[in-house]
């Protein structure tokens, strides 16, 4: 177990070192020139442009800029933004909480939700709940995000009066409050991952209800719901850790327009706006941050799938 | 007799009930002209279109119009305008003028404290003309703040400010926010820039960056009895289905600037939000050719074909909302500088074909324009609009629509292509277009729009309408300098003017449209 750790823990440090290399090339590849787009309308100050381009070290080679931006990277100096003026690490130490926030949340709210539908389609296989599930499922899963929001604001927020249009309100400072903003951005962000978990567990769990082992349980008489908890489930589940890791990188993915849509504060908007604006800096950072989350839950999926399945942890070291 | 009398007095009655019945449903309307008892408490939330968070509010930093109304609440002046262009007191209770217009004499409030502690006084004020001025030399981008001489302190409430040169719009070099020395020497211009120190009825509580801006209410403000809320919440959206659901559903109470025309579909006829729509216009939108030697523009000929092919009356009316109109010069129609003498260029398509023509352009050798235009959905559909056009009398045309900051890399201070036409915003002030076409051909013009061509008459013509001594006196030469640069030159097409819209909540009362900054201590909600 500590060598398949280990070696996967290697190879997350490859894919970030070529993350951090591919992230800072943006700087080279996108147009304009980096020190033009800081200083703006300052730019006309030849002076001031030669001294920013070279505080930016712009005036050095490729590589001697990439080492120094990953020094201070690595020492949490991020840069300045190219838009605001300011570090680009408060920025992003203002923001990263709210979208961790309501990524947590969405992320428990998808398991939650999503397995429990998920159980109960299989259970109900062909039957009425099952029906009904598989639409939800299919909805979550083809109706795009921005115009389910939009439908969501319009019932809820215009229409029925009872949840806000936007913003986000810290727990810290109201907490009735603050769950009322989050409900709508919880579950539009949640709602793709809800169908896929949804999906996943039906079909999983329809799978092992076929397996020799649970007939004999049957044949044993052992009660339905104890098979279904205490042996079909435990097995089922184990595809379901797979879709949990991806529905990571789609929870982070999904904030960037949810943010936008319901005006939170996060990261999403932050680098949406950082696009636009070509902030290079801000775009740089939450690369290399949103990444090393995604390494980091995929490395944590892997473990959970070596500890769970011990046949996943010899077939690789047989490998 | 007495008959007759109660007759004569019920219709007087009848009369004067209409009257003021009728008095009412405007007052209804406007919800600015509501003078009832004021009401204290209550957070004032306020939003635009797009962003507003990103600009510094120390006043001293750069030209910013978006960050001065944000930092309105904190920070005041020595007078404000109003939308005639007069000066309306504020920190200088009252002024004088000398007979030749170049020295101003201001009588400041007494007992006015910064919120920082420090006291406002003649000191501190001529301290922040100083910057203003400082900021503009090295800009080069106005001329009448370039012309103050000096600013002498006469004694701790009296400050004189001479002019060396008179300009027609000298007192906008006196129209400078008054920020905090004490906050400025302590903390430096970068903390002053995220935290506005100023004398204004509310404090600046915290900011975060294009997301939200907080100010509470100050306790101590020198006006007695104001501000009547409790404080003034900026909020940035930036999507504008949200902003008009907000604004419906009562989180925003207030939108001080509208210029789309979905937020105008969305809100116009929303029970309980008032529309006001200024009668001047603060802004123009144009399409200026490229002006470089080799541009097949420079051929008079092309320039018109283009004017004569192109109904851009017709496009601006249609993609245009009530706030919106069609321009044919750098004023519009109700504005003391509109010269009528003008003519639209109508539209027609035979004689643009005769034109390219003669400049050399057929079938066989067609001319091929690049729109250029920033991503703002009016002005992309404006440019799909023209390259219709253009393609009907046969000129090729394709549409290059840019991200702002790529925008400004290649349009304000790069250089264009031959074929460019370019779509250009131009800031103005209500009251006056010279403003605006002041700050385009600054002294920073060369490096800002190097490949924009002025006509030599023309910029005459400006220079000297700038120089008057009224604004009044500045009508003739601006005029003429509009017949140089729409009839005989052809320079620039299809001006679109935009007209302040602020759309408010009904119970938001004492909003005065016709301030050219909000005056936030004069405001209340009954609800």
């Known amino acids: ?319 | 007799m007495k008959k007759r009398n109660w007759k004569r007095l019920l219709a007087s009655a009848l009369t004067l009930a209409l009257t003021l019945g009728s008095l009412g449903a405007a007052v209804s309307v406007h919800a600015s002209e509501d003078n009832g008892e004021p009401v204290y408490g209550g957070i004032l939330n306020v939003s635009r279109e797009g962003t507003m968070g990103e600009n510094d509010l120390y006043p001293h930093l750069k030209m910013n119009t978006q960050a001065y109304v944000t930092m309105a609440p904190a920070i005041e002046k020595l007078f404000y305008l109003n939308a005639q262009g007069e000066m309306v007191p504020q920190l200088a209770t009252s002024w004088d003028v000398s007979e030749d217009g170049l020295t101003y004499t201001f009588h400041l409030a007494e007992g006015v404290k910064f919120h920082d502690g420090s006291d406002f006084n003649a000191e501190v004020a001529k301290w922040n003309l100083d910057q203003a001025k400082a900021v503009v030399d090295e800009l080069g981008t106005g001329t009448s703040n370039g012309a103050m001489e000096s600013a002498t302190v006469i004694d701790d409430h009296t400050l004189e400010v001479k002019f060396s040169t008179m300009y027609a719009t000298l007192f906008l070099a006196l129209d400078v926010y008054m920020a905090s020395q004490k906050a400025y020497e302590e903390n430096g211009v970068e903390w002053c820039s995220k935290n506005p120190v100023g004398t204004g009825p509310f404090v600046f509580d915290h900011w975060t960056l294009d997301s939200e801006l907080v100010y509470t209410k100050n306790e101590n403000y020198w006006v007695e009895g104001q501000p009547y809320l409790d404080g003034i919440t900026f909020k940035v959206i930036k999507e504008n289905s949200v902003l008009s659901a907000s604004m419906k559903s009562g989180e925003v109470d207030l939108i001080h600037y509208a210029p789309s025309t979905d937020l105008m579909d969305a809100l116009r006829d929303e029970p309980g939000v008032t529309t006001l729509i200024s009668e001047q216009s603060s802004g123009f939108t144009e399409w200026i050719p490229c002006g470089l030697e080799t541009s097949p523009f420079r051929d008079e000929n092309v320039r018109k074909a283009i004017a004569y092919g192109v109904d851009f009356a017709a496009i601006v009316d249609s993609i245009g909302a009530d706030n919106v109109v069609y321009s044919n010069q750098f004023a519009i129609d109700s504005n003391m500088f509109y010269n009528s003498n003008v003519v639209n260029y109508e539209y027609d398509p035979e004689k643009a074909m005769e034109l390219l023509k003669e400049a050399g352009y057929d079938d066989s050798n067609p001319l091929s324009v690049e729109l250029i235009t920033e991503n703002v959905p009016a002005h992309k559909l404006m440019s799909e609009a023209i390259q219709a056009y253009l393609l009907q009398i046969g000129v090729n045309c394709e549409i290059n629509v840019m991200e702002g900051a790529a925008y400004f890399d290649n349009v304000i201070v790069g250089t264009w292509e031959d074929d460019w036409l370019v779509n250009m915003g131009t800031g103005s002030t209500a009251y006056c277009p010279l403003t605006g076409i002041n700050r385009l051909m600054g002294a920073n013009h060369a490096k800002m729009f190097p490949c924009v061509y002025f006509p030599d008459e023309w910029v005459e013509n400006v220079v000297e309408s700038a120089a008057q001594l009224t604004l009044e006196e500045a009508v003739p030469c601006f005029q003429k300098a509009n017949e140089v640069m729409f009839n005989d030159y052809c320079g620039m097409y299809g001006i679109r003017c935009a007209l302040d819209t602020v759309f408010i909540r009904d119970y938001v009362r004492n909003y005065n449209m016709d301030n050219q900054i909000i005056q936030f201590g004069t405001l209340w909600k009954t609800e």
């Not at chain 1, 909480?97 to 998920?118: E, N, W, Y």
């Not at chain 1, 409900?183 to 999906?199: D, V, Y």
């Open chain 1, 1 to 319: 177990m500590g060598k398949y750790i280990i070696k996967r823990v290697a190879q997350a440090f490859v894919v970030m070192f070529l993350v951090t290399l591919i992230s800072y090339a943006l700087i080279q590849i996108m147009p304009g020139d980096a020190a033009v787009i800081y200083l703006g309308s300052d730019a006309a100050n030849e002076e001031l442009l030669a001294r920013t381009r070279a505080e930016m070290n712009l005036d050095k080679p490729f590589v001697v800029q990439w080492v120094l931006w990953l020094a201070n990277f690595v020492r949490g100096d991020f840069g300045k933004s190219f838009h605001f003026h300011v570090p680009v690490r408060d920025l992003i130490m203002e923001r990263l909480d709210i979208t961790f926030t309501l990524g947590f949340f969405a992320l428990m709210l998808s398991v939650v939700v999503g397995i429990i539908l998920g159980i109960t389609a299989a259970t109900h296989r062909n039957g009425l709940w099952d029906n009904l599930i598989n639409v939800f499922a299919n909805v979550g899963i083809s109706a795009p995000s921005f115009w389910i929001s939009l439908l969501c604001i319009y019932i809820f927020a215009l229409h029925f009066r009872i949840l806000p249009v936007q913003g986000y309100v810290p727990p810290k400072k109201d907490l009735g409050e603050a769950v009322r903003h989050m409900i709508l951005p919880c579950f539009i962000m949640a709602l793709p991952s809800i169908a896929t978990m949804t999906r996943q567990t039906r079909a999983s769990i329809l799978d092992v209800l076929n397996e020799d082992y649970v007939r004999t349980a049957r044949s044993k008489g052992l009660k339905k719901n104890v098979i279904l908890y205490k042996h079909v489930l435990k097995n089922a589940l184990i595809p379901v850790l797979t879709v949990l890791g991806m529905s990571i990188a789609s929870l982070f993915g999904g904030s960037v327009m949810v943010e936008q849509i319901f005006n939170i504060p996060g990261m999403g908007q932050l680098v949406t706006n950082a696009v636009l604006n070509r902030d290079i800096p801000i775009i740089q950072a939450f690369i290399v941050i949103i990444s090393l989350v995604i390494i980091l839950s995929a490395l944590l999926v892997d473990i959970a799938y070596g500890i769970v399945d011990p046949r996943i942890r010899i077939a690789k070291g047989e490998n």
